[in-house]
């Protein structure tokens, strides 16, 4: 059977398209509709840039606009995202693993380098890596047919110990950093938390206490062992 042409081959879709349906696929895991000022508060953009780019989008066929209410990705928009993903995640494993970049660097440099990956270097990184399906945060990475499977985890914030870490989030390099100082990372067991006010205290591996702030919390998300 010939190989399906890649979402994101179409010449039509510009590297910040890419940029808008994976904000867009990132804000509606809830279902609901995303808003002009969602995507503004998550993009930086201004209510008349993000207006323009979503009529492009419709013109593409990759959103659907909902009078009142926002856009939701159509089908090949959420191809495209998932595509984009793919690449950023399969790239910031490769970065970490291959190349010994910093967990906090990698997800930069994804965002500059995702928008280039062809299919062949796609399938030789994927094959490099042993078909990984998750990134160094804990993200999983979109199959090659793009299926993505649910994670059964929760926020550190929601949790009772003992748990696993299973995803840290690469939003912000100073919590990813300061969270690898202090030891908790995907695959890192909590044996007990206390919280106050949104900051807790954990309990590691040998008794190792770490303190970490509210903001911290925010990024962890953890399955019970």
């Given amino acids: 059977m010939d190989q399906q042409p890649s979402p994101t081959s179409d010449p039509r879709i ?17 279902g609901d509709p995303v808003t002009n000022q969602q995507l503004a508060d998550e993009l930086g953009y201004s209510g008349a840039s993000i207006t323009n780019m979503q009529k492009r989008l419709h013109d593409l066929n ?6 009142y209410k ?24 490769f970065l970490a693993q291959t190349l010994g970049m910093d967990l906090d660097a990698v997800h930069a440099e994804a965002d500059v380098l995702e928008h280039h990956v ?8 994927a094959a ?50 300061s969270l690898v100082a202090t030891g908790v990372l995907p ?9 106050e006010n949104g900051s807790m ?4 591996v040998d008794n190792q206490t770490v303190a970490i702030s509210a903001e911290q919390v925010q990024a962890v998300r953890v399955r019970a062992v």
Avoid: C, W
Wanted: aromatic share 4%.
């Fill in 187 to 195: 695959g890192a067991i909590i044996h007990a938390i206390d919280g």
């Fill in 128 to 177: 490099m890596l042993g078909f990984p399906e998750f990134d160094p945060h804990g993200d999983p990475i979109p199959a090659p047919d793009l299926t993505i499977p649910e994670l059964d985890d929760m926020p550190l914030a929601e949790a009772n110990a003992p748990v696993v870490v299973t995803r840290v989030s690469d939003r912000n390099a100073e919590t990813v950093r």
């Fill in 70 to 93: 926002g856009v939701r990705l159509t089908p090949t928009g959420t191809a495209v995202a998932l595509e984009v993903i793919r690449h950023h995640r399969l790239l910031e494993l």
């Fill in 118 to 125: 062809s299919e062949e270097l796609e399938t030789k990184i």
């Fill in 62 to 67: 990759l959103l659907v606009l909902e009078p």
């Fill in 201 to 204: 205290l954990l309990t590691l």
């Fill in 14 to 30: 510009t590297s910040s398209m890419e940029d808008y349906l994976k904000a867009i696929y990132r804000l509606q895991i809830d």
